[in-house]
Nanobody, 121 residues
Framework: QVQLVESGGGLVQAGGSLRLSCAAS????????MNWYRQASGKQRELVAA???????NYADSVKGRFTISRDNAKNTVYLQMNSLKVEDTAVYYC???????????????WGQGTQVTVSS
């Protein structure tokens, strides 16, 4: 069994910062891509930032220069540092990871439960 658990969401004023964490646990052999998505009320889920197993990163245009994704492979954890937050960043943030479990060659995609980020004006 594999589980992703997010933390770090909350309420912050515009211009402020938050740091999200997502820790993977269970029978993990290896983790490839680890991504952050978000879904605002009434909108589709969108990719915010992605990081490969070797640390290459990619960002949505709307967050470039403000958000930074990073990972600690020893802890099976991905982070999202969010600076200069805007009201339009308000959403539920989800982490996603491509994980190969112990004992098998197949890579499965796993989602966290989501954490609410609310940015007030």
């Amino acid at each position: 069994q594999v589980q992703l658990v997010e933390s770090g969401g909350g309420l912050v004023q515009a211009g402020g910062s938050l740091r999200l964490s997502c820790a993977a646990s269970g029978s993990i052999f290896s983790i490839n891509a680890m991504n952050w998505y978000r879904q605002a009320s009434g909108k589709q889920r969108e990719l915010v930032a992605a990081i490969t197993g070797i640390g290459s990163t990619n960002y949505a245009d709307s967050v470039k220069g403000r958000f930074t994704i990073s990972r600690d492979n020893a802890k099976n954890t991905v982070y999202l540092q969010m600076n200069s937050l805007k009201v339009e960043d308000t959403a539920v943030y989800y982490c996603y990871a491509d994980i190969r479990r112990v004992g098998g060659p197949v890579v499965y995609g796993y989602w966290g439960q989501g954490t609410q980020v609310t940015v007030s004006s």
